[in-house]
C-alpha cells in the first residue's frame, strides 16, 4: 500500500522541486545586452551600415535571414546562432567585432544565455511610460527629510554608503535660490531679513516670493531661448536683422504667468492652429522661426525652406523628446529604432507651413509698442466715430490692431503695400541692410510679385523709388510673362546713396489697363539708359482706385488715415499652415538631398514612439500628442531640463540624447516619479516643480565635500553633496550690474546693444549701434543676438552662437574669463559705479566698507584675512595713485577703490553658484 503512493508522490515531488528549484536570472536585454551591443556591435550593424545584411537595431532584422540566408539569432538555440559562432571564433579574420578586441567571456556568457532564453528585445527604457504608482523608497538615513525628492536621493546614497551633508548656511541658501530662481542675487537688506527670521515657514516664504518675482521670467526665458535658437539676426552670411523680440517678450510673460507646459508647448508648435488664435498664440509659434534664412543673392530658396523645416523636425525631438533626429533625414538612426521614412513623416507636420526663405519673412504677425498701440487705437477710434454707419468697423479691440486698421484703410481706398511685402521675387531682387524696408533691383530684368490683388477698381498704380541711373518697369498680369497692363520709367534721383541710404523718394504714377478680379501682379524691372548692378530702390506701391471712399471726407479725416497708414508696426514671424488646396506633398529624400525624391509618405509618428489616432494629423494633432499620456517622455525631458538649471546637470545628463547612446539616468526612479507627478498632481506647471525641488533637503545641503564623496561620487551626480556650479554668462553679467547699482530693471521691448569694440562691429559692415543710457545696463536677456557676432563676454563664457538648438552649455574654464572681468568695459563701468558707492556709504571706515559689501559676493560674512587682504590692495593702491600714478586718476581714492571692487568681481565665489 506504501509503495502504491510512493508511486504517485515520487511524480509530484519532482515537478515541484524543479519549479522551486532556483534557475538562472532572466537576463535584461536593455540593462545587459544592449551596452554590449552598442558598444562593440552596433557601428556595422545598425541603421546606417548593416554588415552581412544583419542589423541588430529592430528586432524583427535581427532575427531573419542575413545575407548567408540564415539567421544570426536563432531564439532558444545559442549554439545554432550565427551570432554567438562569430563571436567565439577562433580565426580573427572571422572573429566579430572585426579588428577589435574579443568580447569578454562575461559578455559572451551574457549572449548565450540571452539568447537560449528566447532572445528577448525591449523598448529602450525612455519609451518605455513609467508606472503611475512610483513606490516613494524608504530610507534609513537619520538625516532630515522634506519630500519625497529626498527619499529618493538618500536610497541611492545609502546604497553607497554615503550620507548627504548638514543644511548650507541660511545666508549661501538665499544667494543660491535668489541666482537659481531670478538670476539675480540678493541685497545686504534681503540677507539680514531672511538670516533674522527665524520662523519655520521663513525658506518657503523666500522660496515664494521669488517665484513670483517678475525677473522669474527674465531668468527662465535664457535657457529655453537655446533650446528655440533665439536671435535677432537671421544667420549665414549675411546674418542680417530679424525682428522676432516680441517671441522672447511671449517667452518671458509665459514663465512669470506660469503658462502650464502643455498650453506652453501647444502655442509654440501649432499655436496659429488653435481655434480663433489670439496674437499671443500666433507670437508663440516664432519658436520655430528662429530657423536660419540665407539672404545671400543667387541662393535657391527652396533649398533654404526645406532646409529649415527638415531642423524643425530634428529641433522638435531634442527640445522634447530628447531625442537625435537630424541623423535619420539621411539614413535609419545608427543606434535607435528609428526609420529613415519616419523623419519624414514627421517632416509632413511641418512641411505645409507658408514660409519660403523669403527676406520679407512672411507670413508675419503685426503688433505695436505699447505707447504705439494706444496712439494708433485712439486714431482708428478718432476715424471710425467719424464715418458713416455703413463704413464702420463693428468694433475696435486691441487683439489684432493693426489688421483692424488695414481693413479699414482698405475699404476708404487707401491702398498702400510696402514693397518688400512681395509673395515671391526673382534672384535678383535682395533688401536693403540693415532693417530691410526696401526692395533693391541688383541686376537687369529682376521682377517682385503680389498675390491676390484686387485689381476691379484700380485704374493708376505708384511706386516710391530712389535711383542713381535711372530704370523702366512694367507691370504684368499673372505670370513673369504676363499681359502687361502698364509701364513707366523711373528718373534719377540722387548722384549716390551715403551709407547706402538714398536720402531723395520720388514717386513714380502709372495708369493701367481695366483689370477685373483678384489677379497675381509682377512688377518686372529692366535698365534704362545704363546698365548698373544698383537700379532702382523701390520702397512701396499704391493702389489707386477710381472712385475711393476716403475722397468723400474732408482732409483732417485723410490726414489722419495718413497719419494712421505710417504708424510702424512691430513685425514678427510666425508659422502658418498654406490653403489645403496649395498643400504640398512630402517625400522621402534619397540619402537626406532635397533634390532625389523618394516614396511619399504621410504625417506620422516614429512607431517606436507610439501612434496619433487621427486619420489625417495635422501639426495641432503632433502638439497635442507631444503633451498626451500616451508619450511621457515629454514630461520626463522637462523635468530633467529644470534639474539640470538647479543642480548644474540632469538626471540625465546627456540632455539632447535620452535614447541608446545618452549617458544613463543617475535615479531613474526620481525621474519617473518626477515625470508622473508634473502631469498628474502638478498639472503641467513648472513653478510648482521648481519649488517641489528647492524645497527638498537634497537641494539644500552645504556644498563642502570630503575624500570618501571625492572618490564615491566625484561629479556629485547622485548629490552626496550641495552642487556647486559655475554661474551662466547672462547671470554673471546680471549680477556684476546688480551689485553695483548699474542693473537697469526695465522689463520687455526690443533689444539692446552695449558697448562693444570697434573692430568687432565692423566688421563686414557696421551693424551694432551701441545703445545709449541706461539701456545699455539692461538684463542680459534683452541683448541683441547676433549670430555670427554673438556678444564676446558671453561667449568667453561658452554661450552658444544660436545656429542651432543647444541644450546644454559646456562649461569650460579658461585664462579669458579673467580677463573679460578685468578688462570687459561692462565689469570696469560696474567697479567704477560699487567703487563710489562703497566710498559714499563706508565715510572713513574702508576695511568695514569692503568688509559689508564683500558679502554680496561671498553670501557668508568674510572672513577676516580674505577683509584684511583687500583692504591692504586698497591702501596699496591708494599710495600708488598718490604717488607715481598720480596723474593716471584724479581722484586716488576712488581709482583704488576700483581696482578692490574690480577685484571682488573676479572672486570665485562671485562667478560661482554655491
Same mark, same amino acid.
Given at each position: 500500500?506504501?509503495?502504491?503512493?510512493?508511486?504517485?508522490?515520487?511524480?509530484?515531488?519532482?515537478?515541484?522541486?524543479?519549479?522551486?528549484?532556483?534557475?538562472?536570472?532572466?537576463?535584461?536585454?536593455?540593462?545587459?545586452?544592449?551596452?554590449?551591443?552598442?558598444?562593440?556591435?552596433?557601428?556595422?550593424?545598425?541603421?546606417?551600415?548593416?554588415?552581412?545584411?544583419?542589423?541588430?537595431?529592430?528586432?524583427?532584422?535581427?532575427?531573419?535571414?542575413t545575407e548567408s540566408g540564415k539567421p544570426a539569432i536563432i531564439p532558444g538555440d545559442a549554439d545554432g546562432s550565427e551570432m554567438l559562432k562569430r563571436i567565439i571564433h577562433n580565426d580573427p579574420e572571422m572573429r566579430m567585432p572585426l579588428g577589435k578586441s574579443p568580447l569578454s567571456p562575461e559578455e559572451i556568457e551574457l549572449i548565450k544565455e540571452w539568447i537560449n532564453q528566447g532572445a528577448n528585445w525591449e523598448k529602450h527604457w525612455a519609451y518605455i511610460a513609467p508606472e503611475n504608482n512610483i513606490e516613494v523608497p524608504e530610507v534609513n538615513l537619520d538625516m532630515p527629510v522634506q519630500n519625497e525628492i529626498d527619499h529618493f536621493i538618500y536610497k541611492q546614497l545609502e546604497h553607497m554608503e554615503l550620507t548627504p551633508n548638514e543644511e548650507a548656511p541660511k545666508e549661501v541658501l538665499l544667494?543660491?535660490?535668489?541666482?537659481?530662481?531670478?538670476?539675480?542675487?540678493?541685497?545686504?537688506?534681503?540677507?539680514?531679513?531672511?538670516?533674522?527670521?527665524?520662523?519655520?515657514?521663513?525658506?518657503?516664504?523666500?522660496?515664494?516670493?521669488?517665484?513670483?518675482?517678475?525677473?522669474?521670467?527674465?531668468?527662465?526665458?535664457?535657457?529655453?531661448?537655446?533650446?528655440?535658437?533665439?536671435?535677432?539676426?537671421?544667420?549665414?552670411?549675411?546674418?542680417?536683422?530679424?525682428?522676432?523680440?516680441?517671441?522672447?517678450?511671449?517667452?518671458?510673460?509665459?514663465?512669470?504667468?506660469?503658462?502650464?507646459?502643455?498650453?506652453?508647448?501647444?502655442?509654440?508648435?501649432?499655436?496659429?492652429?488653435?481655434?480663433?488664435?489670439?496674437?499671443?498664440?500666433?507670437?508663440?509659434?516664432?519658436?520655430?522661426?528662429?530657423?536660419?534664412?540665407?539672404?545671400?543673392?543667387?541662393?535657391?530658396?527652396?533649398?533654404?525652406?526645406?532646409?529649415?523645416?527638415?531642423?524643425?523636425?530634428?529641433?522638435?525631438?531634442?527640445?522634447?523628446?530628447?531625442?537625435?533626429?537630424?541623423?535619420?533625414?539621411?539614413?535609419?538612426?545608427?543606434?535607435?529604432?528609428?526609420?529613415?521614412?519616419?523623419?519624414?513623416?514627421?517632416?509632413?507636420?511641418?512641411?505645409?507651413?507658408?514660409?519660403?526663405?523669403?527676406?520679407?519673412?512672411?507670413?508675419?504677425?503685426?503688433?505695436?509698442?505699447?505707447?504705439?498701440?494706444?496712439?494708433?487705437?485712439?486714431?482708428?477710434?478718432?476715424?471710425?466715430?467719424?464715418?458713416?454707419?455703413?463704413?464702420?468697423?463693428?468694433?475696435?479691440?486691441?487683439?489684432?490692431?493693426?489688421?483692424?486698421?488695414?481693413?479699414?484703410?482698405?475699404?476708404?481706398?487707401?491702398?498702400?503695400?510696402?514693397?518688400?511685402?512681395?509673395?515671391?521675387?526673382?534672384?535678383?531682387?535682395?533688401?536693403?541692410?540693415?532693417?530691410?524696408?526696401?526692395?533693391?533691383?541688383?541686376?537687369?530684368?529682376?521682377?517682385?510679385?503680389?498675390?491676390?490683388?484686387?485689381?476691379?477698381?484700380?485704374?493708376?498704380?505708384?511706386?516710391?523709388?530712389?535711383?542713381?541711373?535711372?530704370?523702366?518697369?512694367?507691370?504684368?498680369?499673372?505670370?513673369?510673362?504676363?499681359?502687361?497692363?502698364?509701364?513707366?520709367?523711373?528718373?534719377?534721383?540722387?548722384?549716390?546713396?551715403?551709407?547706402?541710404?538714398?536720402?531723395?523718394?520720388?514717386?513714380?504714377?502709372?495708369?493701367?489697363?481695366?483689370?477685373?478680379?483678384?489677379?497675381?501682379?509682377?512688377?518686372?524691372?529692366?535698365?534704362?539708359?545704363?546698365?548698373?548692378?544698383?537700379?532702382?530702390?523701390?520702397?512701396?506701391?499704391?493702389?489707386?482706385?477710381?472712385?475711393?471712399?476716403?475722397?468723400?471726407?474732408?482732409?483732417?479725416?485723410?490726414?489722419?488715415?495718413?497719419?494712421?497708414?505710417?504708424?510702424?508696426?512691430?513685425?514678427?514671424?510666425?508659422?502658418?499652415?498654406?490653403?489645403?488646396?496649395?498643400?504640398?506633398?512630402?517625400?522621402?529624400?534619397?540619402?537626406?538631398?532635397?533634390?532625389?525624391?523618394?516614396?511619399?509618405?504621410?504625417?506620422?509618428?516614429?512607431?517606436?514612439?507610439?501612434?496619433?489616432?487621427?486619420?489625417?494629423?495635422?501639426?495641432?494633432?503632433?502638439?497635442?500628442?507631444?503633451?498626451?499620456?500616451?508619450?511621457?517622455?515629454?514630461?520626463?525631458?522637462?523635468?530633467?531640463?529644470?534639474?539640470?538649471?538647479?543642480?548644474?546637470?540632469?538626471?540625465?545628463?546627456?540632455?539632447?540624447?535620452?535614447?541608446?547612446?545618452?549617458?544613463?539616468?543617475?535615479?531613474?526612479?526620481?525621474?519617473?516619479?518626477?515625470?508622473?507627478?508634473?502631469?498628474?498632481?502638478?498639472?503641467?506647471?513648472?513653478?510648482?516643480?521648481?519649488?517641489? #525641488?528647492?524645497? @527638498?533637503?537634497?537641494? !539644500?545641503? &552645504?556644498?563642502?565635500?570630503?575624500?570618501?564623496?571625492?572618490?564615491? %561620487? *566625484?561629479?556629485?551626480?547622485?548629490?552626496?553633496?550641495?552642487?556647486?556650479?559655475?554661474?551662466?554668462?547672462?547671470?554673471?553679467?546680471?549680477?556684476?550690474?546688480?551689485?553695483?547699482?548699474?542693473?537697469?530693471?526695465?522689463?520687455?521691448?526690443?533689444?539692446?546693444?552695449?558697448?562693444?569694440?570697434?573692430?568687432?562691429?565692423?566688421?563686414?559692415?557696421?551693424?551694432?549701434?551701441?545703445?545709449?543710457?541706461?539701456?545699455?545696463?539692461?538684463?542680459?536677456?534683452?541683448?541683441?543676438?547676433?549670430?555670427?557676432?554673438?556678444?564676446?563676454?558671453?561667449?568667453?563664457?561658452?554661450?552658444?552662437?544660436?545656429? #542651432?538648438?543647444? @541644450?546644454?552649455?559646456? !562649461?569650460? &574654464?579658461?585664462?579669458?574669463?579673467?580677463?573679460?572681468?578685468?578688462? %570687459? *568695459?561692462?565689469?570696469?563701468?560696474?567697479?567704477?559705479?560699487?567703487?563710489?558707492?562703497?566710498?559714499?556709504?563706508?565715510?572713513?571706515?574702508?576695511?568695514?566698507?569692503?568688509?559689508?559689501?564683500?558679502?554680496?559676493?561671498?553670501?557668508?560674512?568674510?572672513?577676516?584675512?580674505?577683509?584684511?587682504?583687500?583692504?591692504?590692495?586698497?591702501?596699496?593702491?591708494?599710495?600708488?595713485?598718490?604717488?607715481?600714478?598720480?596723474?593716471?586718476?584724479?581722484?586716488?581714492?576712488?581709482?583704488?577703490?576700483?581696482?578692490?571692487?574690480?577685484?571682488?568681481?573676479?572672486?570665485?565665489?562671485?562667478?560661482?553658484?554655491?
Open positions: 500500500m506504501k509503495s502504491r503512493y510512493l508511486i504517485f508522490l515520487l511524480p509530484l515531488l519532482l515537478v515541484l522541486t524543479f519549479w522551486l528549484w532556483p534557475g538562472k536570472e532572466q537576463i535584461s536585454y536593455n540593462r545587459q545586452i544592449r551596452p554590449i551591443i552598442n558598444n562593440k556591435c552596433i557601428s556595422c550593424h545598425g541603421g546606417v551600415k548593416q554588415s552581412g545584411g544583419f542589423s541588430l537595431l529592430f528586432e524583427e532584422e535581427a532575427k531573419m535571414n544667494r543660491r535660490l535668489s541666482l537659481d530662481i531670478t538670476g539675480l542675487p540678493p541685497t545686504l537688506d534681503e540677507y539680514d531679513d531672511f538670516s533674522s527670521d527665524s520662523s519655520p515657514m521663513a525658506y518657503e516664504k523666500t522660496v515664494d516670493k521669488l517665484l513670483a518675482s517678475p525677473r522669474f521670467g527674465e531668468k527662465w526665458a535664457a535657457f529655453w531661448m537655446d533650446l528655440a535658437r533665439y536671435s535677432d539676426s537671421k544667420g549665414y552670411e549675411k546674418d542680417l536683422h530679424r525682428e522676432i523680440w516680441k517671441y522672447r517678450d511671449w517667452l518671458i510673460n509665459a514663465f512669470n504667468e506660469d503658462m502650464p507646459f502643455d498650453t506652453f508647448t501647444i502655442a509654440q508648435l501649432a499655436g496659429d492652429l488653435l481655434p480663433n488664435p489670439t496674437e499671443s498664440d500666433l507670437l508663440a509659434t516664432a519658436f520655430h522661426r528662429n530657423t536660419m534664412a540665407n539672404d545671400e543673392g543667387g541662393t535657391n530658396d527652396e533649398e533654404f525652406r526645406v532646409a529649415a523645416v527638415m531642423e524643425r523636425v530634428g529641433t522638435t525631438f531634442e527640445v522634447w523628446q530628447g531625442t537625435t533626429m537630424a541623423c535619420v533625414q539621411c539614413h535609419s538612426h545608427p543606434y535607435d529604432p528609428i526609420r529613415h521614412e519616419e523623419f519624414y513623416q514627421t517632416q509632413a507636420f511641418f512641411n505645409n507651413t507658408q514660409d519660403k526663405d523669403l527676406y520679407n519673412e512672411q507670413p508675419k504677425v503685426f503688433t505695436y509698442q505699447p505707447a504705439d498701440e494706444k496712439k494708433v487705437k485712439d486714431l482708428l477710434s478718432w476715424v471710425n466715430d467719424k464715418l458713416n454707419p455703413a463704413e464702420k468697423l463693428p468694433e475696435i479691440s486691441e487683439d489684432f490692431l493693426y489688421q483692424q486698421k488695414e481693413d479699414l484703410l482698405y475699404s476708404l481706398g487707401y491702398r498702400k503695400v510696402e514693397a518688400e511685402e512681395f509673395q515671391d521675387k526673382s534672384r535678383f531682387i535682395e533688401l536693403v541692410a540693415h532693417d530691410q524696408e526696401s526692395i533693391w533691383q541688383v541686376q537687369d530684368s529682376s521682377w517682385i510679385m503680389f498675390e491676390n490683388v484686387d485689381l476691379d477698381q484700380v485704374n493708376a498704380i505708384s511706386l516710391g523709388y530712389a535711383s542713381v541711373y535711372g530704370a523702366k518697369v512694367e507691370i504684368r498680369l499673372d505670370s513673369m510673362l504676363g499681359r502687361i497692363i502698364g509701364e513707366g520709367t523711373f528718373g534719377i534721383t540722387d548722384k549716390s546713396f551715403p551709407r547706402n541710404r538714398p536720402e531723395d523718394w520720388k514717386t513714380l504714377k502709372i495708369p493701367i489697363e481695366p483689370v477685373s478680379g483678384k489677379r497675381d501682379i509682377f512688377y518686372y524691372f529692366k535698365k534704362d539708359k545704363s546698365f548698373a548692378q544698383d537700379l532702382i530702390r523701390v520702397d512701396w506701391v499704391f493702389y489707386h482706385e477710381k472712385a475711393p471712399l476716403k475722397d468723400k471726407y474732408p482732409s483732417n479725416i485723410q490726414a489722419k488715415l495718413v497719419e494712421l497708414s505710417n504708424a510702424k508696426p512691430i513685425q514678427t514671424p510666425i508659422l502658418k499652415d498654406l490653403p489645403k488646396a496649395d498643400a504640398r506633398k512630402t517625400y522621402v529624400f534619397e540619402r537626406g538631398d532635397w533634390r532625389s525624391h523618394g516614396e511619399e509618405v504621410n504625417a506620422g509618428i516614429p512607431e517606436i514612439m507610439g501612434t496619433i489616432t487621427n486619420q489625417e494629423p495635422n501639426r495641432l494633432d503632433f502638439a497635442k500628442w507631444l503633451v498626451s499620456r500616451e508619450n511621457t517622455l515629454t514630461s520626463r525631458v522637462i523635468v530633467n531640463r529644470i534639474w539640470e538649471q538647479l543642480f548644474g546637470f540632469g538626471i540625465v545628463e546627456s540632455m539632447e540624447d535620452f535614447g541608446s547612446q545618452g549617458i544613463p539616468a543617475s535615479h531613474p526612479e526620481l525621474l519617473d516619479w518626477l515625470a508622473v507627478s508634473l502631469q498628474d498632481d502638478m498639472n503641467w506647471s513648472l513653478k510648482t516643480l521648481i519649488k517641489k #525641488i528647492v524645497m @527638498s533637503q537634497s537641494y !539644500r545641503q &552645504n556644498s563642502t565635500t570630503d575624500a570618501q564623496k571625492i572618490k564615491k %561620487d *566625484p561629479y556629485n551626480k547622485y548629490l552626496s553633496r550641495g552642487s556647486r556650479t559655475r554661474l551662466s554668462a547672462e547671470t554673471i553679467r546680471d549680477q556684476a550690474l546688480a551689485i553695483s547699482g548699474l542693473l537697469n530693471k526695465k522689463q520687455l521691448g526690443p533689444s539692446v546693444m552695449p558697448y562693444q569694440p570697434e573692430n568687432i562691429i565692423s566688421f563686414n559692415g557696421k551693424f551694432w549701434f551701441p545703445s545709449e543710457g541706461e539701456e545699455q545696463y539692461r538684463r542680459a536677456v534683452y541683448t541683441y543676438w547676433k549670430r555670427t557676432h554673438p556678444y564676446p563676454s558671453f561667449v568667453t563664457f561658452d554661450s552658444p552662437s544660436r545656429e #542651432i538648438c543647444t @541644450s546644454r552649455r559646456i !562649461r569650460t &574654464n579658461t585664462p579669458l574669463q579673467s580677463l573679460v572681468l578685468l578688462n %570687459d *568695459p561692462v565689469y570696469i563701468e560696474a567697479a567704477d559705479a560699487w567703487a563710489q558707492r562703497i566710498l559714499k556709504e563706508s565715510g572713513e571706515d574702508i576695511e568695514k566698507g569692503i568688509e559689508k559689501n564683500l558679502q554680496l559676493v561671498t553670501a557668508l560674512k568674510p572672513e577676516p584675512e580674505k577683509v584684511a587682504v583687500l583692504f591692504q590692495l586698497y591702501e596699496e593702491s591708494l599710495a600708488y595713485y598718490k604717488g607715481e600714478g598720480k596723474d593716471l586718476d584724479e581722484n586716488a581714492k576712488l581709482a583704488a577703490m576700483r581696482i578692490v571692487s574690480n577685484a571682488m568681481l573676479n572672486l570665485d565665489e562671485f562667478v560661482t553658484r554655491r
